[in-house]
């Protein structure tokens, strides 16, 4: 059996991935205005958009979040994870290429730049959905998938 195949594996990726978008989620949810800044930062989405991002980004997290670790509709909440990261991935490897010095907006922790580390973190998250996707069999699910 593959390791990653593993029920209790997989069981602690969902959790783990879904408890950090959980996470993430409040400070961005609570202080919509600094995460606007923290996204125009950026500079890639247009003017006034980084408004609408920091008011709806922090809620679809939460439910992704809340979604992987409830276990309801497991496949989809591990899409949509796996949709944002590839975002932030993007946005910091293109934060790195054009050399801003400027916080990641991550919510994990206060004041972090944005970096190799960063990619790396947001990679491993990334793999992690990936996991969960490929699953032999829905275990510990509300609205397991079906084969």
């Given at each position: 059996?593959n390791?990653?195949?593993?029920?209790?594996?997989?069981?602690?990726?969902?959790?783990?991935?879904?408890?950090?978008?959980?996470?993430v989620?409040?400070?961005?949810?609570?202080?919509?205005?600094?995460?606007?800044?923290?996204?125009?930062?950026?500079?890639?989405?247009?003017?006034?958009?980084?408004?609408?991002?920091?008011?709806?980004l922090?809620?679809?997290?939460?439910?992704?979040?809340?979604?992987?670790?409830?276990?309801?509709?497991?496949?989809?909440?591990?899409?949509?994870?796996?949709g944002?990261?590839?975002?932030?991935?993007?946005?910091?490897?293109?934060?790195?290429?054009?050399?801003?010095?400027?916080?990641?907006?991550?919510?994990?922790?206060?004041g972090?730049?944005?970096?190799?580390?960063?990619?790396?973190?947001?990679?491993i998250?990334?793999?992690?959905?990936?996991?969960?996707?490929?699953?032999?069999?829905?275990?510990?699910?509300?609205?397991?998938?079906?084969?």
């Open positions: 059996m390791l990653l195949q593993n029920k209790w594996i997989i069981l602690i990726f969902r959790l783990s991935l879904g408890a950090i978008f959980i996470y989620s409040f400070d961005k949810i609570n202080d919509p205005v600094t995460f606007s800044s923290e996204i125009r930062a950026y500079q890639i989405v247009p003017f006034g958009f980084e408004n609408f991002l920091a008011i709806i922090p809620w679809v997290e939460l439910l992704t979040g809340i979604c992987l670790v409830i276990g309801a509709m497991v496949d989809g909440a591990a899409l949509i994870s796996m944002l990261l590839v975002v932030f991935i993007i946005a910091i490897s293109s934060a790195i290429l054009r050399g801003f010095n400027i916080e990641c907006g991550c919510g994990l922790k206060e972090e730049i944005v970096g190799a580390q960063k990619l790396l973190e947001n990679t998250f990334f793999l992690m959905g990936l996991c969960i996707i490929n699953r032999a069999s829905p275990k510990y699910e509300i609205f397991p998938k079906s084969d």
